[in-house]
Nanobody, 114 residues
Framework: QVQLMESGGGLGQPGGSLRLSCAAS??????MGWYRQAPGKERELVAT???????DYADSVKGRFTISRDNAKNTVDLQMNSLKPDDTAVYYC??????????WGQGTQVTVSS
C-alpha cells in the first residue's frame, strides 16, 4: 500500500521559515514534490524533484524555497524561507511511480501571519 505522510507546517511569521517533510512508502517513486492549494484557488505546483535530483520550482517560490530528497529513506522535504502571507495554503506531498500513477498525502496547513 502506497502512503505519503506530511509533517511540519503550522503558523509562520512573514519573513520567517518553516520546514515540511514527507515520508513515503510502498513503491519506488520517480518524481516527488510539493503542491499547495489556497482557499478558493486550484492546487498548484510548488516544487518537484526527480530521483536523480533535478528540481523545478514555481516562479513565486524561486529563491525562497528549497526542495530536497533522500532516496534511501523515501523522504522529500521543503525548506520554506522568507515566508509571505501569500504562501498560506494547504500543502500536499505528491509523487509519481514509474508507471505514472499519482499519489497524494493528506495535506498540512501552512499559515503565514503576524
Amino acid at each position: 500500500q502506497v502512503q505519503l505522510m506530511e509533517s511540519g507546517g503550522g503558523l509562520g511569521q512573514p519573513g520567517g521559515s518553516l520546514r515540511l517533510s514527507c515520508a513515503a512508502s510502498g513503491t519506488i517513486f520517480s518524481v516527488m514534490g510539493w503542491y499547495r492549494q489556497a482557499p478558493g484557488k486550484e492546487r498548484e505546483l510548488v516544487a518537484t524533484i526527480t530521483r536523480g535530483g533535478n528540481t523545478d520550482y514555481a516562479d513565486s517560490v524561486k529563491g525562497r524555497f528549497t526542495i530536497s530528497r533522500d532516496n534511501a529513506k523515501n523522504t522529500v522535504d521543503l525548506q520554506m524561507n522568507s515566508l509571505k502571507p501569500d504562501d498560506t495554503a494547504v500543502y500536499y506531498c505528491g509523487a509519481n511511480d514509474y508507471r505514472q500513477n499519482n499519489y497524494w498525502g493528506q495535506g498540512t496547513q501552512v499559515t503565514v501571519s503576524s
